[in-house]
């Protein structure tokens, strides 16, 4: 007789119940691994940059002569016109003399100088430049003056005698002046300007007009200079009272600088105007040489002038919140990198501009955060770099997601 033999239900139950308990087990490890595997970086990409336009330069010259005008700390808006040979540039060599005077004798701003007492070598300048038609102004016996008073009565007046003084004062002769004023030229890059002598009554003391541009900017650097050229009109002892030989001065902008005029050079001005222009002060100095007469060379002047600062504009680089690129998730979120201001260059003429944009590797990010950078490159201009921010929020996606997509963000 056979025997059934019955195993305890415990003994059935242990395997069932180790399983459930390891798949359970790797249930709980999917799901904990599924929710802490960390994101790779959301896939970024560029927008296209379309970058602003500008129009050319069409100014305004005149049909003689030599003109030259540049608008300062703008080097592309050099624009000629004319000849380019060198010109006689009469009373404009004063400003050389001015300049090369200040540099043996330095004035500070607001300085009178040392007292010139004009001796009677210099005084006789008085007669000799009156009998060839110079400009002159009174020097009577006795007269002492400082050495500021004495550049206003060259530069304002364009009085020949005073010019003359002022150098033999600085340099004791004509000779040690010429010397003075060749090697102050040479310093200065100045090749294509020859002064003979420190009047301009010389038909020798020539100079381009490209030169003169640069001469012009050199003595807008000299606050003296500046300040002198500037002013409309002074009494100054013994010469009376002084007028500005510029009547440009104060007109359109017109700064100073120095008129000129004789038989071999016609009428000259050497000119600088200050304009405001995109928030900022815009400086064009320029020099027209060869004109018949200063009421019609002053005209012409005008007239370029304006079209030089018409030709200022703004350029727009990119407003605040402009989209540069895109970051997209593994769950479908995207959100833009935007320009977190706005930036705008002024620029003179025709400008290319181009942009470069760099996107940082991010995963998750809030509203504002930083995640980049667009740099513009301009012609003519400092680069000019702009911050990129999240225009919203990346949020993770949540547990559920992990869940339910496997590992497709690692």
Not at 64 to 76: N, R, S
Not at 86 to 91: E, F, H, T, V
């Amino acid at each position: 007789m056979s025997r059934v033999v019955r195993r305890p239900r415990s003994a059935v139950r242990r395997p069932v119940t180790v399983s459930v308990v390891a798949v359970l087990v790797l249930a709980v490890g999917y799901l904990v691994a599924a929710a802490v595997v960390p994101f790779a970086p959301a896939s970024a990409s560029t927008t296209t940059y379309s970058a602003p336009t500008s129009s050319v330069p069409d100014l305004t010259f005149p049909g003689y002569g030599a003109t030259a005008v540049e608008a300062t700390d703008f080097p592309e808006s050099l624009r000629t016109s004319g000849d380019t040979k060198p010109r006689s540039i009469a009373s404009i060599s004063k400003v050389v003399t001015a300049l090369v005077v200040l540099d043996a004798k330095p004035l500070e701003q607001g300085e009178s100088g040392p007292t010139i007492t004009f001796s009677p070598g210099m005084q006789a300048l008085y007669a000799k430049y009156l009998a060839v038609n110079g400009e002159v102004a009174p020097m009577p016996a006795g007269l002492r003056l400082s050495e500021y008073q004495t550049l206003q009565v060259m530069l304002m007046k364009s009085a020949n005698n005073y010019a003359g003084a002022l150098a033999l004062w600085a340099f004791g002769s004509m000779d040690a002046y010429r010397s003075a004023a060749d090697t102050w030229l040479d310093e200065h890059g100045l090749d294509h300007t020859t002064i003979h002598e420190p009047t301009g009554l010389d038909a020798g003391n020539t100079s381009t007009a490209t030169d003169l541009v640069m001469l012009g900017q050199l003595a807008l650097a000299d606050p003296v200079v500046k300040e002198v050229v500037g002013t409309k009109q002074v009494t100054v002892p013994g010469a009376g009272e002084i007028e500005n030989s510029n009547k440009l001065l104060g007109l359109d902008g017109v700064e100073g600088i120095k008129t000129g005029t004789l038989d071999e050079a016609g009428a000259c001005l050497l000119f600088a105007a200050t304009y405001e222009r995109g928030g900022r002060q815009v400086t064009v100095v320029g020099a027209m040489l060869g004109g018949v007469d200063h009421e019609s060379l002053d005209d012409d002047v005008q007239r370029l002038l304006r079209s030089v600062a018409d030709n200022f504009q703004v350029v727009t680089l990119t407003h605040a919140g402009q989209t540069f690129g895109t970051f997209s998730t593994p769950w479908q979120d995207e959100a833009d990198a935007v320009s977190g201001r706005a930036a705008e260059v002024l620029v003179w003429g025709r400008t290319t501009v181009s942009a470069s944009t760099h996107l940082d590797r991010i995963t998750l990010g809030t509203k504002g955060e930083r995640v980049g950078r667009v740099r513009f490159t301009i012609t003519d201009h400092d680069a000019v770099t702009v911050p990129l921010v999240l225009e919203r929020s990346i949020d993770d996606p949540g547990v559920w997601w992990r869940w339910t997509n496997p590992f497709q963000g690692a």
